[in-house]
């Protein structure tokens, strides 16, 4: 004769195990998925963005294919201005996103603050090519731009 538990029957001790079997894998599992993510973002870490400035401005910038640059820009588009960019049409670096605005640290209600305009490329060719932003206002066509920043850009 099987000894029994008051509350536990043979088919629940089971169940149980197959539970436990379960939780078990269930967390290698998610050691795993963690172990991936870890990877796959200290491999993204290994080639990070060079960020121009206007620092940088007018300098050669040397960089690999496949690189890219962060361009960030101060701008208030609260004026009307904002940076435009031009560029080769058989350029060597390819816009990744649309370029976006991030404002300024303020005062809570502050109005009229400005903060930075960020663009990204990507270097898909190799060669030499020349990215020039001008801060403008975009309805003032035949005006000169307030400002022109030119970088140099050299894809080894």
């Known amino acids: 004769m099987e000894k029994r538990d008051a509350f536990c029957f043979p088919a629940s001790r089971q169940g149980i195990t197959a539970l436990l079997l379960l939780m078990r894998f269930s ?20 080639n990070p963005a060079q960020i121009l ?4 401005a007018g300098e050669t910038i ?11 820009l101060d701008s208030n588009p609260t004026t009307g201005y904002s940076w435009a960019f031009e ?18 640290a303020a005062e809570d209600g502050a109005v009229g603050v400005g903060g930075m305009e960020t663009f990204v490329f990507s270097a898909s ?17 035949g ?8 970088y140099k850009i050299k894809v080894q």
């Open 27 to 46: 967390v290698i599992f998610r050691l795993m998925a963690l172990a991936l993510l870890a990877v796959g973002l200290f491999a993204c870490a290994g």
């Open 143 to 150: 005006k000169l731009p307030s400002n022109v920043v030119t």
């Open 62 to 72: 040397e960089i690999g294919l496949d690189s890219r640059i962060e361009v960030r």
């Open 53 to 56: 400035t206007l620092k940088e």
């Open 125 to 141: 060719r190799r060669g030499e090519t020349k990215l020039r932003f001008e801060y403008r206002r975009p309805w003032t066509e």
């Open 87 to 104: 560029q080769d049409p058989l350029s060597l670096l390819d816009t990744v996103m649309e370029p976006s605005f991030t404002r300024g």
